[in-house]
């Protein structure tokens, strides 16, 4: 399999629960990415990892957690959201955290009730 | 402030009808930019790019871009629209250090 790839598609949770978010890339990329996607909103950037180091915190709350284990996969730990979390999150990789373009995943739709 | 802008939310063609999409971009320098679809439940994927060099890119599916630096405008286009291409567009700016992306086009193919 190539490309970006996320689980789970879709996620539902209670603002107590706590779950995770995985993304793993088998481009050979170096960076990878979170991004929020809202309705009508602009994506926004939360998280870069570049060779594994977080190069990015984009003021994004505490109880979004990333971790960065290889330069392959990706997770997002989330704990007591809140509603206005709901969104698509997407994961992206590239060759580098320059100019080179992003790829991304499928995305996780996450609905917190 | 970095920024592009996508002056139109939604728009309606027909079914081999000829397509502009509109991006703007204000920048201090020259941005690279970037044009994404994504369908309805996937993720976005690169339809072109514009680094330097010839102002009229050559994309995936048909599409095509222009680089106008006078009108700080990256418009994309396509001259013969499929019922496939309805998606949401969004055009993207970089100048090395991030993406800022625009809050997309929507497009409905109508047959």
């Known amino acids: 399999e190539t490309g970006v790839t996320q689980t789970p598609r879709h996620l539902v949770m209670g603002m107590t629960n706590k779950k995770s978010l995985k993304c793993e890339q088998h481009?050979?990329?170096?960076?990878m990415y979170w991004y929020k996607q809202s309705a009508k909103k602009p994506l926004e950037l939360m998280f870069v990892?570049?060779?594994?180091?977080?190069?990015e915190n984009n003021s994004v709350p505490s109880r979004f957690s990333p971790e960065c284990p290889n330069s392959s996969h990706l997770f997002l730990h989330l704990h007591t959201l809140q509603p206005e979390d709901s969104a698509l999150y997407l994961c992206?990789?590239?060759?580098?955290?320059?100019?080179?373009?992003?790829?991304f995943g499928n995305g996780t739709r996450l609905t917190v009730t | 402030a970095q920024s592009v802008t996508q002056p139109d939310i939604h728009i309606t063609v027909s079914e081999g009808a000829s397509l502009e999409l509109r991006c703007n971009y204000s920048?201090?320098?020259?941005?690279?930019l970037f044009w994404y679809v994504q369908s309805p439940g996937q993720g976005l994927q690169l339809l072109l790019k514009?680094?330097?060099?010839?102002?009229l890119v050559q994309g995936i599916k048909g599409f095509e871009a222009e680089f106008k630096r006078s009108q700080s405008s990256f418009n994309l286009r396509k001259p013969s629209v499929h019922w496939s291409d309805a998606a949401e567009y969004f055009c993207?700016?970089?100048?090395?250090?991030?993406?800022?992306f625009g809050t997309g086009t929507s497009l409905t193919v109508i047959p």
């Open positions: 992206a990789s590239s060759r580098d955290t320059a100019l080179s373009p992003l790829h």
């Open positions: 481009l050979g990329h170096n960076a």
């Open positions: 920048y201090g320098a020259t941005p690279y």
């Open positions: 990892y570049n060779f594994k180091e977080q190069t």
């Open positions: 993207a700016g970089n100048t090395g250090n991030q993406f800022y």
């Open positions: 514009y680094f330097s060099g010839d102002t």
